[in-house]
């Protein structure tokens, strides 16, 4: 099979968009790839897109469920679009009797939105956000070994490990506030807002 360019795999499931000119509105080929290359249905990012925001939708051939793929999928799709600077949060309508996809989303780190349902479709909503940047955390490490070689540099370990992590605290809380008022700008929304049921079940 000739390499796409939008291919994305993980384990034994590629996934590749049918139009790679319009990869946000076309329908996505999922293969599986085993002793031969199986195409086991679809998956898109079609429907309507709020700021920030992009839904998802699977589909694969009855023979296909119950094995652990549509769980799969759902995790490439989410990665892919979480690729994407501008996309915080992927969503998902399940029918409240479709117990499979919704075991598949929950699994693949979905999460209920009490209070989001498509009233008179029997549809409830699901959704995953992107993870909050921790640049903090990263920079206090960079801070740690700048301040090793700061201090050799001026004969004064302690007085370099100072400088160095007061400039790695600032610097990483500079890039983990800047990237939360992004996300603010981008979605209208606060993180804030879903620490309170990201891990709520139904």
């Excluded at 925001?53 to 469920?65: A, D, G, K, S």
């Excluded at 700048?146 to 160095?164: D, E, F, K, P």
Aim: net charge positive; with cysteine.
């Amino acid at each position: 099979m000739k390499k796409g360019k939008y291919d994305y795999k993980s384990g034994n499931i590629l996934i590749r968009p049918t139009d790679e000119n319009d990869i946000w509105n076309c329908k996505w080929d999922v293969f599986l790839i085993d002793k031969d290359t199986t195409n086991i249905g679809w998956a898109s990012f079609e429907g309507n897109k709020e700021k920030g925001t992009v839904p998802v939708n699977i589909e694969l051939q009855p023979l296909y469920r119950g094995r652990g793929n549509g769980t799969n999928v759902l995790k490439m799709m989410r990665e892919f679009a979480f690729l994407h600077s501008n996309i915080y949060e992927v969503e998902a309508f399940a029918d409240k009797d479709d117990s499979a996809f919704i075991h598949a989303l929950e699994r693949s780190g979905f999460v209920y939105r009490e209070g989001h349902s498509i009233e008179g479709q029997g549809k409830e909503r699901y959704s995953v956000t992107k993870p909050q940047t921790t640049w903090l955390g990263v920079y206090i490490a960079i801070g740690v070994v700048a301040g090793v070689i700061l201090g050799i540099v001026i004969s004064n370990v302690w007085a370099g490990m100072i400088i160095a992590l007061l400039l790695a605290v600032a610097l990483g809380s500079y890039m983990d506030s800047s990237e939360r008022k992004r996300r603010r700008d981008v979605t209208g929304q606060d993180m804030k807002l879903y620490k309170k049921d990201r891990n709520k079940k139904r």
